[in-house]
């Protein structure tokens, strides 16, 4: 977070919380200066904060079911909020600055509730209200209800990303299934609901014998843990997100039909997986989660292996509903965590880097369950084989192919060519920058050596040179982190050498600092002065009588003529007369990005007319890489320490003018003297 940044936001709470007078911002903001780092330096105990707050809330069931909630969308850093929650209710002063502006948004919100007028009227509490009128009222607010929670349709999720992926690859669209894929339910192995198994008149159940419910269900169970509606079991419509409901024929024994609710989570949680393969197998969701429906997929085709082995068992009269019951309870845990881990990604939308922090915070949060653990080991390799292959080409050839949106890196088109220009470094901070909520929480220390390591690669890459790292290894998902971290080390290192390498001795950067350090901190003295004498008439003048052209070649005389021949890059020396003084271009510099940028850029200059003296100074060209390095910002510096000395060189050389008139004007008879004395007190 940039130092301006900080103020900004520090300005804005202070405002929020009504807070004026005392010390100010400025105390805050130090404050904040001297305590941030870029990492989490101490782990969050969760529970212990949450215990805290639900104790201090007014509603702490609200609270912990609104953190549940969170949780399990995968919020980033809500922990972390949730510790500073914890921390303010220890703090009075802001409790107190924090009511009174809730009580204030209150008033307004009342306020505005009572000025405005809502769409439908409700009558008042003195009269009656008839049977018609809270029917019709129920179904106006059943209407509101329903249209703020309507689920977004999967067609029309799929054509957002779809276009937002495009977008990004303007050159190379992202393929897409066929419609038919899409038009055709009976292709997808989940519920078809207003379908059933057979159009014979079925039997009420309850007239059979106990013996053949029993057969009768058992087939049942069989056609439901496979997606298909049964004669006596049947799904219930989805609504929005949530689990898969069934409805057991009533007529059915009481023991019968106590067994039967304990097999349908199987089948609820078969019914959500399925679902989520067959959405998440679509190219417009990334390949993370393709992977990870890929791994399901393999996962619930041993799952249908079962039930066809159950179903050969019950075509020979060998299968009881006990049975079913016993052979079905092992691969239920593996479901209910296959649901689970579906569910979590669908509410969170997660895709790319959030998908595997999700899958990664679930693996460390089955530690004791070691079948579970493996479960979600398993399912973590498999959806991070994509996102590993993207990183590796980042980290070992500085490569970025991410034409899902899904890395932790993300690529902006900017152009090299405008780093002359640009004051804020804009190509090196932004041409490549790093996206939160796509680093995996494994890789979340690592994060800004991994953009580093990139970056230094692909200045080589700009370059026309094809770099690949020597200690290059796969990157497989492991719960060991060290295994991480000594990979990305060894590459950023590899990649720090390669850089500096380069930029040292092929493009010679110390060389052209030196050169640098010769013309604006001016150290070539024998230049100066053969420079100043030959434009000190030209520099007199305003400077918009002075011709650029004359005084570039004055300047390629002086060098010539001095030492400075012999530097081989005097050629990128060149002449700019600047159109503000010293001190308007320090305060147009130190506005950059804050509000008085645009009230100081149209102001007028201090002095409406500057001498060449005064608006003179050199600049550089530097090509690329070192312009990364010899950027705008660097000059501009360099440019105004040189534009102060360069005036202080010429007040010096008029001082010794001064003094070699005095010097000379001894020789002068007593007559002559009393006449130079007087020129000096006039």
């Not at 791994?295 to 020979?316: C, D, G, S, V």
Request: charged share 25%; aromatic share 10%; glycine share 4%.
């Amino acid at each position: 977070m940039s130092e301006f940044r900080i103020h900004h936001d520090v300005n804005e709470l202070l405002s929020l919380l009504h807070v004026h007078g005392g010390e100010g911002a400025e105390v805050y903001i130090d404050l904040l200066q001297k305590n941030r780092t870029p990492y989490v330096t101490t782990a969050v105990s969760a529970h212990s904060v949450k215990v805290k707050i639900a104790e201090f809330s007014r509603t702490p069931e609200d609270f912990l079911k609104k953190y549940d909630e969170l949780k399990s969308k995968n919020i980033r850093h809500l922990d972390s909020l949730v510790y500073l929650l914890s921390k303010l209710t220890e703090d009075k002063e802001t409790l107190q600055y924090l009511q009174q502006n809730a009580k204030e948004r209150a008033e307004l919100a009342a306020n505005a509730a009572t000025s405005g007028s809502t769409n439908f009227s409700i009558p008042s509490s003195t009269s009656k209200i008839s049977l018609q009128e809270l029917e019709e009222l129920r179904k106006q607010l059943g209407s509101v209800t329903a249209n703020s929670s309507v689920q977004q349709p999967l067609e029309l999720t799929r054509k957002i990303l779809r276009d937002k992926q495009n977008k990004k690859n303007s050159g190379q669209p992202i393929p897409v299934f066929p419609s038919w894929v899409y038009e055709r339910p009976a292709l997808i192995g989940d519920f078809l609901i207003g379908t059933s198994l057979s159009t014979d008149t079925t039997v009420p159940i309850g007239t059979l014998p106990l013996a053949s419910q029993e057969s009768m269900i058992v087939e049942d169970l069989l056609y439901v843990l496979i997606g298909v509606d049964g004669r006596y079991v049947t799904a219930q419509p989805l609504v929005g997100r949530q689990n898969r409901a069934f409805s057991v024929d009533p007529n059915l024994d009481l023991s019968i039909k106590e067994l039967v609710t304990r097999i349908l989570p199987v089948a609820a949680s078969y019914s959500a997986v399925t679902r989520f393969i067959e959405e998440k197998s679509s190219f417009e969701y990334g390949q993370v989660n393709h992977a990870l429906a890929a791994a399901m997929r393999t996962l619930i085709k041993e799952y249908m292996i079962l039930i066809t082995q159950l179903e050969h068992l019950q075509r020979q009269g060998l299968l009881s509903l006990q049975k079913l019951w016993f052979y079905i309870q092992p691969t239920m845990r593996t479901l209910e965590i296959l649901a689970s881990l579906a569910t979590s990604v669908d509410k969170g939308e997660c895709m790319g880097g959030s998908t595997l922090s999700l899958l990664h915070d679930k693996t460390f949060n089955y530690t004791g369950d070691s079948q579970a653990q493996e479960l979600c080991l398993y399912l973590t390799k498999a959806a991070s084989v994509p996102y590993f292959e993207i990183l590796e080409k980042w980290i070992y050839r500085g490569i970025i192919n991410d034409p899902y949106s899904e890395f932790m890196v993300e690529e902006h088109e900017l152009q090299k060519e405008k780093i002359q220009e640009d004051y804020n470094d804009k190509y090196w901070d932004q041409r490549y920058t790093v996206v939160q909520q796509q680093i995996p929480s494994f890789l979340q220390k690592m994060a800004d050596k991994i953009l580093s390591t990139g970056k230094y690669l692909n200045v080589v890459r700009e370059c026309g040179r094809d770099v690949t790292c020597p200690v290059a290894k796969e990157v497989i998902y492991t719960l060991k982190e060290r295994a991480y971290v000594e990979q990305i080390e060894k590459a950023y290192n590899y990649a720090s050498k390669v850089l500096l390498d380069f930029l040292m001795e092929e493009k010679e950067l110390v060389s052209h600092l030196r050169s640098i350090k010769h013309y604006f901190l001016m150290d070539q003295g024998d230049f100066f002065v053969h420079f100043m004498d030959l434009t000190e008439e030209e520099l007199k003048k305003p400077v918009d009588d002075i011709i650029t052209t004359r005084l570039e070649a004055l300047l390629e005389l002086a060098l010539r003529m001095s030492t400075a021949n012999t530097d081989p890059f005097k050629d990128d020396l060149k002449i700019d007369l600047m159109p503000h003084d010293l001190i308007t271009q320090l305060l147009r510099v130190l506005a950059i990005e804050t509000k008085q940028e645009k009230a100081i850029i149209s102001a007028d200059p201090t002095e409406l007319t500057l001498s060449g003296l005064e608006a003179f100074s050199f600049d550089y060209i530097v090509k690329w890489p070192l312009s990364l390095i010899i950027n705008r910002k660097a000059l501009t510096r360099y440019q105004m320490l040189f534009r102060h000395m360069f005036y202080c060189k010429h007040v010096e050389r008029q001082l010794c003018n001064v003094w070699i008139s005095n010097k000379t004007a001894k020789q002068f008879s007593l007559h002559s003297l009393d006449r130079y004395t007087n020129c000096f007190n006039i």
